[in-house]
């Protein structure tokens, strides 16, 4: 049994800019999230602190 998701929202990454589907475990917060991953969030915050 193959699940089709094509109604999810979708973002793109502020780091890598790539394009991410939502998923369960951003239900609650899927207006702040704004990474891909955990690795471009690292990546942001090293940005921050170079700036």
Do not use: N
């Not at 973002?11 to 998923?23: D, E, G, M, V, Y």
């Not at 369960?24 to 990474?35: L, N, P």
């Not at 471009?40 to 602190?49: N, T, Y």
């Amino acid at each position: 049994m193959t699940h089709k998701k094509p109604h999810l929202p979708e973002k793109t990454c502020l780091i890598c800019q790539r394009s991410f589907t939502w998923r369960k475990k951003w239900e609650r917060d899927w207006q702040q999230v704004k990474y891909c991953s955990e690795r471009c969030k690292r990546q942001g915050k090293k940005s921050l602190v170079l700036a």
